[in-house]
């Protein structure tokens, strides 16, 4: 099971955040030994509503997903309940059949991962489908937006004996795990009890208890049924298309009991044999990089304009984040990292989603002294800026500011007066850290930034500008005082020495110079460039995606609904 430790220190902050953010020192002063956090933190307590810190996450198309980091005490109460209470809660969890994703703790990665995930669909698909001529593909909309929280204690304890229990905590335990994680994430969400944050690893294990409970209703009304459910994705088999068409409607009866609904647009059924993954994921496997120079530029601009084919006609997928994040683990020659930067920056342009892949990608060549080209990748930042900061697009905005610190490369002024006017708090402190690092050309005005400097903002949805760039010392509230004395749990933190932020500005070293010897290398497989994609695309009036795929080459990681 994951310790208190794990889920406050790699269970936090979303994965889509820049390394600089971390947790790690909220998570050693809270877990210390000996450690008297204020009496705020104690779960048995009641709590002050709070908002959260939102982080506006590019997706392929045109919607975005808007992540959130909780106030820190709300996320330490619910970790707390989390951990004491993991056995019962994965207890519940795996009384589903249907699902692939089960939450079990990760002793590397984050705190959470899942037991089956990606990697188990294929073989499901292959052995559901069999004898049957219909399939149910069903997707939940807006789940983590639109989970109810009185929904919790009804998946955990069932409907009738939530309802008669209806004491929540106030300075005492409930008596019902359910009603006490329903008051903390109605506190940590001003109250509300629609929505849970998307990003953080408690969220994803209480939304599939939630799910696990729709799952044995479901299977209790639809005796036989063959399928599965990964996260909030269901895949049902019949044999005739009554037979589907009655289990739609029972599947939406056993939602609406838990204020759950179906995505009109991502539900079909539709006639089997069908499709058994991702054609874009088989067709990129064919894609030999090797390691010669002059046959590996070559495959890359193959790849890459595969990628951009394949985007055009279908921009949706991942396919431009996914196919990027397969480079993580290929060996470019070194006299191929202008062209390849080149090719890197067009995927980020033609596909936001793809800037965490393309930033961490140019990142590392740097560290190792590769010859990656600067001034494109100064000018396509910059470029960037001025393309998503008028419309609040935290994720371009964070990765590329987070790739010009490490690179030590500056902002034009025209991107500084942008960044100012923005009610970002993740974007503004790799702003300031970018100021502090000389890297900023022009003024930026930090006046609607340092008007956050108040007490009042540590509960909003601006606490960590409002904590850690106090602590920092990049601003002072306007009234000069110090606005961190006045609240308990944030005084506490910083008497502890913690930082949500580190600096990238203070760990900017020269490259080294390249140490990688050219050797004689099989040639690479050369695989021309299609004009159409090397499997059939999905059409037009194809049904209805599938659950995302990693953005990088593996099928067992996570993701939100």
């Keep these: 099971m994951p310790a208190l430790t794990d889920i406050v220190e790699r269970g936090y902050f979303p994965k889509e955040l820049p390394p ?36 506006a996450l590019a997706r392929p198309g045109t919607l975005r997903r808007r992540l959130a980091i909780p106030h820190p005490t709300a996320f330490y109460r619910i970790s707390r309940l989390l951990a004491d209470h993991w056995a019962t809660i994965a207890a519940h969890c795996a009384t589903s059949t249907l699902s692939l994703s089960i939450p079990v703790d990760d002793p590397v990665g984050r705190a959470v991962k899942v037991k089956e995930g990606f990697a188990a669909r294929s073989v499901r698909r ?13 997707d939940l909309a807006e789940f983590y937006p639109t989970l109810y929280t009185h929904s919790i204690p009804w998946a955990l304890h069932t409907k009738p004996t939530a309802k008669a229990n209806r004491t929540r905590m106030r300075e005492a335990p409930s008596g019902l795990l359910g009603n006490d994680l329903d008051y903390h994430y109605m506190r940590c969400n001003s109250n509300q ?74 539900t079909k059924i539709v006639a089997l044999p069908d499709h058994l993954g991702y054609d874009f994921v088989s067709a990129l496997a064919q894609f030999n990089f090797g390691t010669e120079p002059a046959s590996q530029a070559e495959v890359l601009i193959a790849f ?90 935290s994720s371009e905005l964070a990765w590329g500011l987070w790739l010009m610190l490490r690179l030590h490369l500056e902002v034009s002024a025209e991107a500084t007066k942008l960044l100012g006017v923005l009610d970002d708090p993740v974007v503004a402190l790799l702003t300031l850290d970018a100021e502090a690092a000389g890297l900023l050309q022009g003024t930026l005005d930090k006046t609607r930034w340092q008007a956050r400097m108040s007490t009042q903002d540590l509960k909003s949805d601006q606490w960590l500008l409002a904590y850690e760039a106090f602590v920092q010392g990049w601003l002072t509230s306007p009234t000069g005082a110090d606005h961190l ?51 059939p695309a999905p059409s037009v009036s194809a049904p209805a ?10 099928d067992d990681q996570w993701f939100y609904f």
């Excluded at 909220?26 to 959260?52: C, E, I, V």
């Excluded at 949500?500 to 110079?513: I, L």
């Excluded at 050369?526 to 004009?531: D, F, I, L």
Aim: hydrophobic share 45%.
């Design 20 to 55: 600089c953010f971390s947790t790690r020192m909220y998570a050693a002063a809270l877990t210390k030994a000996g450690a008297t956090p204020p009496p705020q933190f104690n779960p048995h307590g009641s709590m002050a509503d709070s908002k959260p810190v939102t982080f």
């Design 126 to 138: 292959a052995v559901d489908r069999a004898g049957s001529r219909y399939l149910l593909r069903a």
């Design 193 to 266: 009890t629609k929505g849970i944050a998307i990003g953080p690893d408690p969220s994803f294990v209480i939304a599939e208890s939630v799910l696990a409970a729709c799952d044995v209703l479901l299977v209790t009304r639809l005796r036989g049924v063959r399928g599965f459910r990964i996260y909030d994705d269901f895949e049902l088999c019949f044999n005739s298309l009554e037979q589907a068409e009655h289990g739609l409607a029972v599947l939406q009866g056993v939602l609406a009991e838990y204020e759950l609904a179906l995505n009109p647009r991502k």
């Design 304 to 393: 890459f304009g595969w990628l951009f084919t394949y985007c055009k006609s279908h921009p949706d997928e991942h396919v431009v984040s996914y196919g990027v994040g397969r480079l993580k683990k290929e060996a470019i020659a070194p006299s191929n990292w202008d062209m390849l930067t080149g090719l890197l920056l067009q995927a980020a342009n033609a596909d936001s989603s793809a800037w965490q892949n393309v930033a961490e990608i140019l990142e590392g060549a740097f560290g190792k002294g590769l010859p990656i080209a600067k001034p494109l990748i100064a000018r396509s930042v910059d470029a960037a800026i001025l393309r998503h900061a008028p419309c609040g697009h």
């Design 485 to 535: 004395t006045a609240d308990a749990e944030f005084d506490w933190l910083r008497n502890q020495g913690v930082r949500f932020y580190q600096r990238v500005s203070a760990a900017v070293v020269a490259a080294p110079k390249p140490t990688l010897p050219v050797t004689a290398a099989p040639k690479a497989g050369v695989v021309k460039a299609p004009s159409k994609p090397a499997v």
């Design 545 to 554: 995606k599938e659950p995302e795929p990693s953005t990088e080459a593996t």
